[in-house]
């Protein structure tokens, strides 16, 4: 593409229009007046004014092809050395003088009044030597001074000819700069182009705005630059056909769109260019309007937002002028008060559905703030507002069209312009009915839970925890001595009150529950009393509302007197005292549980054998100290002992030091004095020689009619005698085994080590068992429960070994099977949502050590009941069931496909990217692959289905959200996929997962 000086050339062909035209009219008048009359005896001179004229006319052609100061140039050195040429040819002054006057005519140019002087001046001194040579006193052609008058009248000829052209230049150059100056500093792109459709000219803005390099520009070619541009639009062959019309009309303008690949737009306008009124080009604007575009897609986006907003907003929205009249009046507010909003646009103010009662006694409030008067009006509603310009915040009661008066919450804010001037006032307001009505309800609340404390005997404290005030009812007041009036209490005072040995405690249980470490605060605690003796109070307290930062803001609690019954164990705790004492006499167990299943009083005799201590016993719950066959059978006797109060016995064992140890316990209740138990005695007793030697008795004669295999063998292992459920079990007869040692059982499933542990187990507690894989006479490998016992001698020295053995099979195979369904969808096998839940956790964790991102996708398939509805739920099983292998196939072996139930199925992927736009994109792909899976057609039987499905999906890191946060994101972007027209695949944003 060219440029430089004569890049922008217009104007200045139309200067030199005129004054190569002038040139070229007078030089013809002289040729044709002049000849005839003064060189009719000069050829030369006639010839060198045609020369002179084929020089304008040759410049004047140079500047009409755009090359104005090129022709300019070389007009001036043709003529200089015309003029020199003439001067030493020796010709006659009058023709120097005439070939000057046709010069002089570049003044024109210049000025008009300077070209009439000059051209006036050497029309003179023609027509003088004319009038001279007429009447023959010219002086003869050879005086002596005529060299001296030629070279002198040569030279100023020179001069003068030349003295215009630089003026010429100059001012061809400003114009040129100046209209240079005015394409460059407009803003937009401009570019020239010849009717050859070759550039004439262009401004920087014009390459800027097309991205054009100055290699590009620098090469001139002009097709290359075209490919270039055409190589950036969206539709080429429009821009391409827009160009062939407008050049096909060439008076037409025209203005339209372009749209780029990378999303900008720019505005193109064309326009002829005209000289001498005839069209010698086109002009071509083009302006960036993207940010126009986006900022008036923006404003639509906004103005339906806010019509959406207004439409389905769930509250009432009027908006005003500043005199009050009504300017919207939102789908809510017509419900609301029954009007249709063309009923109250543009003609009514909210006084219409206000109570005028309401707001006059508003009014008379305002006045007193003022200090003026406020009259009743629509001033009530806005004065506030108006002066501090912030929301003001009342109730009012709305009286509908239809006489039902609805008590609202409304809001009223100025709305402002750029200067601060009001230009209207928003009101929002919110039925608030029900919140009345449960306002009532809380009121009757209450009064009934005054009464409820009234009949409890209890006291009431309501504590504001930053204020330290105190809110409390008469009977915590009365606790203590004091009328209802008489005494406030504070936090300061409640403390006071409390006494000096009890206040540590109190304090660390209430600074406890306050950080949120306990549920409730209780605290048995004594407190002064009026008349200066101490009362036990039971305190018990909740903080019911908390700071944004968890900071304690209100306590509510409740206050006993408990005095009596303080006195009252103490009194208990002498008697036991008593009894303790007693018991501790006695040569068995002993131990006292009280009503609350506390052990109050243990005595082991040193030589009693029993694995739990008096320290492990005392103060603690009996379920939780004693082994679980004693309490199991203190819980049943306290219940029948409540019911009958008859005495209880019962006899359980217990494994101690490796040994069965038989107890025999006697449980009865202790008698208080009022009409059931204070408490109740176990005594417990070791029976264990006498069960051993029983049990002994009847070891023969049934260990081998257990239906449990039975083996025995010497101490080496060598199996002496089975039973027949050995034998049913291992396949292996009684006469196959004996003599033969147990290894032949092995199934090769255990190590060495397995068996070495097994033995020193045996060889230390006497006994083991265990799961265990054997083997079965026909090579099956099973498992079973092992028993395994040693049989000694009084010296510890091992004799036999009884082995019992249980098949547990189909325990086995039930507890794989139960496995599979509590973590298996039945149809699908997929994941359950158990299964699910189990493995997000793990996926959650794994993000945190890896530092790698993690991503759920939540699917709905879409119309599935309609297939059910059709087809029947077989055919929507089978749907469901190939849906779940074709998600299978879609996702690693690391990745979890999950049902949920229905037709929803959810896909974690773990270990994508640690960038989270990465990881983003990695989720997307994966998704894109699974909905282009599902959209494939299904073969249902004999029938083709094509079901699509909506894939919602979020990205996690870590434990920054819980599982259910995760779940519900997704969820929530799955419908927003369905919302967009189903058949999507819809992320949230990064920033939509705070």
Request: glycine share 8%; aromatic share 8%; charged share 25%.
């Amino acid at each position: 593409m060219p440029s430089g000086s004569d890049t922008d050339q217009t104007a200045n062909i139309k200067l030199l229009d005129r004054f190569y035209g002038t040139f070229l009219a007078v030089g013809i008048t002289f040729l044709v007046v002049g000849v005839p009359f003064i060189f009719f005896r000069k050829a030369v001179s006639a010839a060198a004014c045609l020369i002179l004229i084929g020089l304008v006319a040759i410049a004047w052609r140079m500047s009409r092809k755009g090359q104005p100061q090129k022709s300019l140039k070389f007009f001036a050195t043709g003529m200089w050395l015309i003029l020199v040429g003439l001067i030493f040819g020796g010709l006659p002054p009058i023709t120097t003088a005439t070939m000057l006057a046709i010069a002089v005519m570049l003044s024109v140019v210049v000025s008009i009044r300077a070209g009439v002087i000059y051209s006036g001046t050497f029309m003179l001194a023609w027509l003088i030597h004319i009038v001279l040579g007429m009447l023959d006193i010219a002086p003869p052609p050879y005086f002596v001074g005529k060299p001296l008058v030629l070279w002198f009248i040569g030279a100023l000829a020179i001069w003068l000819v030349l003295l215009p052209i630089p003026t010429l230049i100059r001012k061809m150059r400003m114009a040129l700069s100046l209209q240079r100056a005015t394409l460059e500093a407009a803003s937009d792109g401009i570019l020239v182009i010849s009717n050859k459709r070759r550039v004439v000219t262009y401004n920087a803005q014009f390459a800027s705005l097309w991205r054009i390099s100055a290699e590009l520009l620098a090469a001139s070619d002009d097709k290359a630059l075209m490919e270039f541009v055409l190589d950036q639009l969206q539709d080429p062959q429009q821009f391409i056909n827009k160009v062939n019309e407008l050049y096909g009309q060439p008076e037409a303008s025209s203005a339209d769109t372009l749209q780029f690949k990378d999303g900008r737009v720019f505005e193109r306008y064309s326009r002829p260019q005209r000289m001498d009124g005839r069209v010698t080009g086109r002009v071509w604007t083009f302006r960036d309007v993207t940010k126009r575009k986006v900022a008036e897609r923006a404003r639509l986006e906004s103005e339906a937002l806010k019509t959406s907003v207004l439409t389905h907003a769930a509250y009432a929205i009027i908006a005003t002028d500043p005199q009050g009249i009504i300017t919207v009046f939102n789908p809510r507010a017509e419900a609301l008060l029954g009007y249709r909003a063309d009923e109250l646009i543009g003609t009514q103010t909210p006084a219409l559905f206000h109570d005028a009662a309401e707001v006059a006694a508003h009014a008379g409030l305002l006045s007193q703030e003022a200090g003026g008067i406020v009259a009743p009006g629509f001033d009530v509603f806005v004065m506030r507002t108006r002066d501090t310009r912030l929301p003001d915040e009342n109730e009012w009661t709305y009286i509908c069209k239809d006489g039902r008066r609805v008590p609202v919450l409304l809001s009223v804010t100025a709305l402002a312009d750029s200067d601060g001037g009001v230009t209207g006032y928003l009101g929002v307001a919110t039925d608030i009915t029900e919140r009345k009505q449960a306002a009532e309800k809380l009121a009757e609340s209450q009064q009934r839970m005054e009464l409820a404390l009234a009949g409890a005997d209890l006291g009431l404290l309501d504590w504001d925890i930053a204020s330290g005030r105190f809110v409390q009812n008469e009977r915590f007041l009365e606790m203590l001595g004091f009328a209802k009036d008489e005494f406030q209490i504070d936090a300061q005072a409640y403390d006071w009150l409390i006494h000096p040995a009890d206040r540590a405690q109190v304090r660390k249980a209430l600074a406890a529950h306050f950080k949120g470490e306990t549920p409730s605060y209780e605290a048995e605690q004594r407190m002064r009393h009026k008349d200066d003796h101490w009362v036990w109070i039971l305190a018990r307290g909740k903080v019911v509302e908390r700071g944004d930062d968890g900071r304690a803001l209100r306590m509510v609690g409740t206050v006993l007197d408990i005095s009596e019954r303080k006195h009252n164990e103490a009194a208990l705790k002498a008697r036991e005292a008593r009894l303790a004492n007693l018991i501790g006499s006695l040569q068995e167990l002993v131990l006292v549980v009280d009503t609350e299943g506390k052990v109050t009083e243990y005595h082991l005799p040193a030589s009693f054998g029993f694995p739990v201590d008096a320290e492990a016993a005392l103060g603690h719950y009996f379920a939780e100290s004693l082994p679980q066959p004693l309490s199991d059978f203190i819980a049943e006797a306290m219940v029948g002992i409540f019911s009958d109060a008859q005495t209880r016995t019962h006899e359980f064992q217990l494994r101690i030091n490796d040994q069965e140890h038989f107890f025999h316990v006697t449980m009865s209740q202790l008698s208080g004095s009022g009409k059931y138990a204070s408490g109740f005695l176990a005594l417990v007793r070791d029976v264990s020689e006498r069960k051993r030697a029983e049990q002994e008795q009847r070891i023969a004669a049934i260990a081998f009619e257990s239906q449990e295999g039975m083996v025995i063998t010497d101490a080496n292992g060598v199996i002496l005698r089975s039973n027949k459920a050995f034998s049913e079990i291992t396949g292996y007869a009684a006469g196959e085994v004996v003599g033969q040692r147990t290894s032949m059982l092995s199934s090769g499933r255990h190590g060495k080590e397995f068996y070495e542990s097994m033995w020193q187990t045996i060889a230390t507690n006497g006994s083991w068992q265990g799961e265990i894989w054997n083997r079965r006479k026909n090579g099956e490998i099973y498992p079973q429960w092992l028993t395994i016992t040693a049989v000694k001698r009084d010296d510890g020295t091992v004799t036999h070994y009884v082995g019992t053995q249980v098949d547990i099979t189909e325990r086995k195979e039930a507890e794989i099977e139960i496995e599979r369904m509590a973590y298996h969808d039945s149809l699908t096998q997929l994941a359950n949502r158990r299964l699910l839940l189990d493995r997000l956790q793990h996926a959650m964790a794994c993000s945190a050590r890896s530092g790698r991102e993690g991503a759920l996708l939540f699917l709905d398939l879409d119309n599935f009941k309609t297939l059910n509805d059709t087809l029947g739920h077989d055919m929507g099983d089978l749907l469901l069931q190939q849906v779940a292998r074709r998600l299978v196939s879609c996702v690693r072996e690391d990745d979890t496909v999950a049902r949920l139930g229905g037709d929803e199925f959810v896909v974690i992927f773990e270990g994508l990217s640690d960038n989270r736009l990465e990881a983003a994109t990695q989720a997307e792909l994966a998704g894109r692959k699974i909905l282009a899976a599902l959209n494939k057609t299904y073969m249902l039987g004999e029938h083709e289905y094509r079901s699509t499905p909506s894939i919602g999906g979020t990205l996690f890191f870590g434990h920054q959200k819980t599982v259910d946060e995760i779940l519900k994101q997704a969820d929530l972007a799955m419908y927003r996929a369905k919302a967009a027209g189903r058949n999507a695949l819809h992320f949230l944003e990064p920033a939509q997962d705070h």
